[in-house]
């Protein structure tokens, strides 16, 4: 009996669905108003335009590595071929961090909107995190949402893929007529003020702009299962980004020319109140837009399993994590322990509260800008160790474009150490960062004692030689042992 391959199933709706869906998501729904309170109207947009560049230079060292390089893992597969296996984990593991806060986020995000479409519902007193006291109905609602999340993808790509196309074109329905109908009824001088609490107000604006970008690099997850050719899956990953950029762009100018600052600083959810109000105070419009929200939470959650799932599947194959987390569902074909270990970490988010939105944001961006950093140094020193490899989506200008996406990286990640405006808050945002790279750090040693360097060397090298082409038409196995 043959073991079980993934599905090579996904074609350009799909693909363009999956990523874009990942990347809006629930943010832009319920923070929002908190990017225009907290640098200004025009210093949102400057922000996230800012945030968008890093994203899109990023992006291109992406495009190529992956239409290069289709395998399973994505990050994993890069920097191990540049750098070796502890970059590879390294990198691995801080965009698995990223995934996994993602998820969480939505799982928090969820119980919240149901405050907007439900008021008072949260009963049951539990505790109180950071000032806010978690009930049972609220973390329920959650919790409850979180395992339908992981029996969506516990049963196969198709599945995941179909759900997520009919909730992307929901959020692109709502979020159309948010924008379209704020830009007309709102003022230029409801966005007063433009720019607010100088360079520190747009520097915290801008280390969340990765976590609301996150997505697509959920593409090179699963290059395995796209079923186009090499050079189209650079092509949507640089597509999808750029929509992701004008969405953004778009909505923060919409919400900001309708509601003034009182109205924002008074607003439970300020894009659903934009809504109504762009439409004469209409709450069935403003329901419109929570409909939206929660496709983008469902679009955003089910991308985030598969980037998150198919990241530890590769790193368990190449005997970096426990092997059973690499073992694919003979019916479903789906890395389904991979995607069951997401799904506790997902069920337990809503237990933290509310607060949580903002720790997994800020520690969640900090892994994602770091594994953003070593694919842009992975993309130059495979230009340099590798000239001669087949690359269908090819950046013109040699390794200039990626020397850009490395200072732009690294740049937003000192935005986050301590001394910066906007650095990373003590205790909660650093002890998640301390203990997942505690727990990284342990499983790795263990997997590696107990399978083996040689054993990842060879399951690595097996891999790429499966994919991966010389301008002569040889494969890796020579220019592996040159390198």
């Known amino acids: 009996m043959n073991d079980p391959k993934f599905l090579k199933i996904l074609g350009n709706r799909d693909v363009l669905a999956l990523a874009f869906?990942?990347?809006?998501?629930?943010?832009?729904v319920v923070t929002t108003g908190i990017w225009i309170s907290g640098a200004g109207s025009l210093g949102a947009i400057l922000a996230f335009v800012i945030g968008g560049a890093l994203v899109i230079f990023v992006g291109l060292t992406y495009a190529e590595l992956a239409s290069s390089i289709p395998l399973a893992g994505g990050e994993h597969v890069y920097?191990?071929?540049?750098?070796?296996?502890?970059?590879?984990?390294?990198?691995?593991?801080?965009?698995?961090?990223?995934?996994?806060?993602?998820?969480?986020?939505?799982?928090?995000?969820?119980?919240?909107?149901?405050?907007?479409?439900?008021?008072?519902?949260?009963?049951?007193?539990?505790y109180t995190i950071a000032g806010w006291d978690v009930t049972i109905t609220w973390a329920g609602v959650g919790i409850l949402g979180s395992i339908l999340v992981t029996w969506i993808n516990y049963r196969g790509i198709k599945l995941t893929t179909s759900i997520t196309f009919i909730f992307t074109l929901l959020i692109i329905i709502a979020g159309v007529l948010l924008i379209t109908g704020s830009s007309i009824a709102g003022t230029t001088e409801n966005m007063s003020p433009f720019f607010d609490k100088g360079v520190g107000g747009l520097l915290t604006v801008l280390i969340m702009t990765p976590f609301m970008f996150v997505g697509f690099d959920v593409i090179p997850q699963a290059s395995e299962e796209i079923n186009l050719p090499q050079k189209r899956i650079g092509q949507l990953l640089i597509l999808s980004v750029i929509f992701a950029v004008v969405w953004y762009v778009a909505v923060i100018f919409g919400v900001?020319?309708?509601?003034?600052?009182?109205?924002?600083?008074?607003?439970?959810?300020?894009?659903?109140?934009?809504?109504?109000?762009?439409?004469?105070?209409?709450?069935?419009?403003?329901?419109?837009l929570i409909l939206g929200g929660i496709g983008g939470i469902i679009t955003s959650w089910i991308g985030f399993y598969v980037g998150g799932s198919r990241a530890i599947y590769a790193l368990a194959n190449?005997?970096?994590?426990?092997?059973?987390?690499?073992?694919?569902?003979?019916?479903?074909?789906?890395?389904?322990?991979?995607?069951?270990?997401?799904?506790?970490?997902?069920?337990l988010a809503p237990l933290m509260g509310r607060p949580a939105l903002v720790w997994l944001v800020d520690s969640g961006g900090l892994g994602l800008v770091v594994s953003w950093f070593m694919v842009a140094v992975s993309f130059i020193i495979l230009r340099k160790k590798h000239p001669a490899m087949v690359r269908p989506f090819r950046l013109p200008g040699g390794t200039i474009l990626g020397w850009i996406a490395v200072f732009m990286a690294l740049g937003i990640t000192i935005l986050y150490m301590?001394?910066?405006p906007s650095a990373l808050v003590w205790p909660y945002e650093w002890v998640i960062i301390f203990a997942w790279a505690v727990l990284g750090g342990i499983l790795y040693k263990v997997s590696v004692n107990q399978y083996g360097?040689?054993?990842?060397?060879?399951?690595?090298?097996?891999?790429?030689?499966?994919?991966?082409?010389?301008?002569d038409g040889s494969?890796?196995?020579?220019?592996?042992?040159?390198?």
């Open 21 to 28: 869906g990942a990347m809006i998501g629930w943010g832009w």
């Open 79 to 126: 920097s191990y071929m540049a750098m070796g296996r502890g970059a590879s984990f390294i990198t691995t593991w801080a965009i698995i961090l990223g995934y996994v806060s993602v998820v969480a986020f939505e799982a928090v995000a969820l119980p919240t909107v149901f405050e907007y479409l439900i008021p008072n519902y949260s009963k049951g007193y539990l």
């Open 256 to 288: 900001s020319r309708v509601l003034t600052p009182a109205e924002m600083s008074e607003s439970n959810l300020v894009t659903a109140d934009a809504m109504a109000k762009a439409f004469g105070g209409s709450k069935m419009m403003a329901n419109v």
């Open 318 to 347: 190449a005997g970096m994590l426990p092997k059973f987390l690499g073992e694919l569902h003979p019916k479903y074909n789906t890395p389904h322990k991979a995607i069951i270990l997401i799904g506790v970490f997902s069920t």
């Open 418 to 420: 301590p001394g910066m």
């Open 453 to 471: 360097k040689q054993f990842s060397d060879e399951h690595m090298k097996a891999e790429l030689a499966r994919v991966v082409r010389y301008e």
């Open 475 to 483: 494969d890796i196995e020579p220019k592996y042992k040159d390198a």
